[in-house]
């Protein structure tokens, strides 16, 4: 079955500064890698997605980049902010048509004001 | 839109009896809902995949006869936690999925077995 590792596993910045995360896959017919955000005891909230036909996406301060050949895919924060403090879980679909996601453990995120 | 619902948010219980979640997803028609259970800071674990009509299909490790799984319709799933013990105790977070493929998550519900 799929294999996502995802670095690091808690990152600090300053406000203001980028954070990237950066996530590996093991399954070459993966094709649908959605990002989410998770904020203490709620929910995780869909903040990105890239499918397999695509090298990048960009949604105002947030982006994905996806390098098939690599099998590996990473979130692009800028101009972070004190309200960026979450969880991000990186995910991959396994390609069957399920959807059915496998996911990365996780990265805290400390935004310092 | 894509809007999903669970309830209850929080359950406390003794030790032996069974609690049912439910997980509705309330504008749009899920063709597939998936149950996952988190431990703190720790990340998402997909217990079962629930197609409507159909039964569930389990991931290794997940007893079925312990966590019962019912997709009666395409905006309501249950799972039923049967003869809860302690070790059951987390965080059961649902999701449901549209034509698109997308998933979206439940607000989750705490369950405590006493």
């Known amino acids: 079955g799929e294999n996502v590792e995802q670095h690091p596993s808690t990152l600090s910045v300053q406000e203001g500064d980028s954070a990237v995360i950066k996530c590996t896959y093991s399954?070459?017919?993966?094709?649908?890698f959605p990002w989410y955000k998770q904020e203490l005891g709620k929910r995780p909230q869909l903040i990105i997605d890239?499918?397999?036909?695509?090298g990048e996406k960009k949604d105002q301060r947030i982006a994905v980049t996806l390098n098939k050949t690599a099998k590996h895919f990473s979130l692009h924060i800028t101009e972070t902010q004190p309200e960026d403090s979450a969880v991000y879980f990186c995910?991959?679909?396994?390609?069957?048509?399920?959807?059915?996601?496998?996911f990365g453990k996780g990265t805290k995120l400390s935004v310092i004001p | 839109g894509a809007v999903v619902s669970q309830h209850p948010s929080w359950v406390i219980c003794k030790s032996g009896t069974s609690v049912k979640i439910e997980c509705r997803s309330l504008?749009?028609?899920?063709?597939?809902m998936f149950w996952y259970r988190q431990f703190p800071k720790q990340s998402l674990m997909l217990m079962a995949t629930?197609?409507?009509?159909?039964?569930?299909?389990?991931e290794q490790g997940v007893e079925k006869d312990k966590f019962l799984i019912n997709h009666a319709s395409l905006t309501l799933s249950t799972l039923t936690v049967t003869s809860a013990h302690p070790e059951d105790s987390s965080f059961y977070i649902c999701?449901?999925?549209?034509?698109?493929?997308?998933?979206?998550f439940g607000p989750g519900t705490r369950l405590t077995v006493l």
């Open positions: 995910a991959g679909g396994d390609g069957a048509g399920s959807y059915q996601l496998t």
């Open positions: 999701s449901a999925s549209g034509r698109t493929g997308e998933q979206f």
């Open positions: 399954d070459s017919a993966s094709n649908y």
């Open positions: 890239i499918r397999s036909n695509v």
């Open positions: 504008d749009f028609q899920a063709t597939t």
């Open positions: 629930s197609n409507e009509g159909s039964k569930a299909t389990y």
